[in-house]
């Protein structure tokens, strides 16, 4: 019997991120690409941007792409205090490189302090421009970690989904310059 043909080009393609970090006092807290006032920020890999780290890893797991430990691991000094946005924007050239455009973004924060609605449209329209989306595609809820015991913790789960790119619009994500 000959073996089953799976198509590897869906015209959709679903991806699904998580992230944790751990609160640490007298470091800049950055969420979403922007800083936040806060009197602790999060700690370990790079700046620690915890919604950054799940969009890139849902972005690479829609594509069925290593994920960000592997592509960027902690042990290696180069990633030491990096800018996040560095990850997401590797994570988007493989996604068009695979042949695809991101559709939209749906993000969940979990997190005791700050309050994340007074920023909330800030951290949208900051991750809409740098994933080449319209703000209405950005996708952000925050929680507070009721009866999880993760007062000092920040948590980002996230899925994306892509869709086919047509024929020759490949590249039409603009390319910002900017920070
Ligand atoms: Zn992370």
Same mark, same amino acid.
């Given at each position: 019997m000959k073996p089953e043909t799976r198509n590897s080009k869906p015209a959709v393609r679903i991806g699904y991120g998580f992230d944790s970090h751990e609160f640490r006092p007298g470091i800049p807290l950055k969420i979403g690409g922007i800083t936040l006032a806060h009197e602790k920020g999060l700690g370990g890999?790079?700046?620690?941007d915890v919604l950054l780290h799940a969009i890139t890893d849902a972005l690479l797991g829609a594509i069925a792409a290593p994920d960000i430990g592997a592509l960027?691991?902690?042990?290696?000094?180069?990633?030491?205090?990096?800018?996040s946005v560095i990850f997401l924007r590797e994570a988007l050239k493989r996604v068009q490189d695979a042949g695809y455009g991101l559709a939209n973004v749906d993000a969940s924060l979990i997190l %005791? %302090?700050?309050?994340i609605g007074p920023h909330a449209a800030a951290i949208r329209t900051r991750v809409a421009e740098l994933l080449g989306l319209?703000?209405?595609c950005v996708g952000l809820k925050a929680k507070t970690p009721e009866g999880l015991n993760l007062e000092n913790a920040a948590i980002a789960h996230v899925v994306v989904l892509l869709e086919k790119a047509k024929a020759g619009k490949k590249r039409a994500v603009r390319k910002k310059s900017g920070r």
């Open positions: 890999h790079s700046d620690g960027f691991p902690p042990s290696d000094p180069r990633w030491k205090g990096a800018d %005791a %302090a700050p309050k319209h703000s209405d």
